[in-house]
């Protein structure tokens, strides 16, 4: 029972538009950056995630913040290079329909927020984690203001993943078969327009939908009435994404980590670094752009633990089984359905960081061997086109 | 008979021995088990310290001893099926037989219907 104190110190929890849905689908709902989502399904994370891999998956996301960013001027290249003082990524370059993978950085060359970003022909879409919507919002506002208009769009956002994502979403909306990963597109279904990516944070082919809010459940509906489509919480979201070597932010990410401590160098592309026609520009662009020329002293490598005991986010590494200093820590890990074993991501000095080197990881007082694994665990399954 | 604690473990009492499970309800919560660590045989444990440790995918979890007592005999095929613990809570996805310091202490623990309207 809720009393007085609880409600003036729990902060209501924000709702999706498939809350209800959720609910009824059976949801074991947990907080999540201030939404109430469900953490799984009756089926759990384990079948959870098998079932993404075998057939398809799908994932309310909406909690997830969508921004639209205009140019004043009418001309996307200003809004484009506006962006570009805040990401180390090529956004002018980017084509028309296309989306691309970035963050956030701050003065000292950490990772504020990871997104996606898409060329929608008039404007660009950034996608951002869930926890730093508000911040990034307000870091837009702070600092493309005088160049673009900033709207934070109330839509839902749905993930479609595996091997089974592309059949069924062609279903409703054909033109979705031809596209390729990171093609983005407005497609308009039962009058209402979805925007529609070919993506995901799972490794495997997959959509990432926006969809008006009204619009959401009967959209979700109609997906989980074809055959092999289910509903997978949280849960088997993130065991999915560190089996695919994906980065958690606040997690394998964060402030005080900078892309290439954090192994994104492929995120940054030659036009943005040294040499380049727009090279630097962004925020803590001195430290990244040296340390893109002369290496970070840590890197984020997969780990691979020795038995079947998970190593989880927070474990200290050792260089060896005798202890001695903290070389490194664990950022995120679990077990891998699919891998059928522990996965794990963390930071270790630079020459430890190769394929074959070994660490010891301290489970609550156990020593545990672990051995430096190349991501991702799991091979993608991006369709290329 | 089996009795119950407060912290969703089972014990099924044989002469002074008492094997030790962890309930339906528990299993439920706990989701599919990916790892299971048992104590060895010989240890001396005490209620409610660490005896086991559980793995789901997503978090891990302690089992606690529900009593004072030794271990005399661990359950290896559900460190080498953790699945067991899953679909058979109450039968083959038994941890750990107890030899308990004091019989007596039992007859505190819960019985079936006690623990069930906990759990509710």
Known sequence: MASAADATTTPELKRTPLHALNLELGGRMVPFAGYDMPVQFPAGVLKEHLHTRDAAGLFDVSHMGQIALRPKSGNLRDAALALESLVPVDIAGLGEGRQRYGFFTNESGGILDDLMIASRGDHLMLIVNAACKDADEAHLRKHLSASCDITVLDRALIALQGPGAAAAVAILAPPCASMRFMDVASLTVVGAEYIVSRSGYTGEDGYEISIPRDHAEHAVRALLAIDGIAPIGLGARDSLRLEAGLCLHGADITEATTPVEAALEWAIQPVRRTGGERAGGFPGADVILDQLSNGASRRRVGLKAEGRQPVRGGAALYASPDGGDVIGSVTSGGFGPTLNAPAAMGYVPTALAQPGATVVADVRGKRVGMTVTKLPFVPARFHRG | ?120
């Open chain 2, 1 to 120: 008979m089996f009795k119950f604690t407060e912290e969703h473990e089972w014990l099924k009492l044989d002469g002074d021995v008492a094997t030790v499970g962890i309930t339906a309800h528990a299993a439920e919560q706990l989701g599919d088990l990916v790892f299971v660590g048992l104590p060895a045989v010989g240890d001396q444990v005490e209620k409610g310290g660490s005896a086991a440790t559980v793995e789901s995918v997503k978090a891990a979890s302690d089992i606690y001893a529900p009593l004072d007592g030794e271990i005399v005999a661990i359950n290896d095929a559900i460190a080498a099926d953790p699945s067991l613990v899953n679909s058979d809570p109450l039968g083959g996805g038994w941890f750990f037989k107890l030899k308990l310091k004091d019989k007596g202490a039992l007859d505190a623990l819960m019985d079936e219907a006690a623990y069930k309207a906990m759990v509710g």
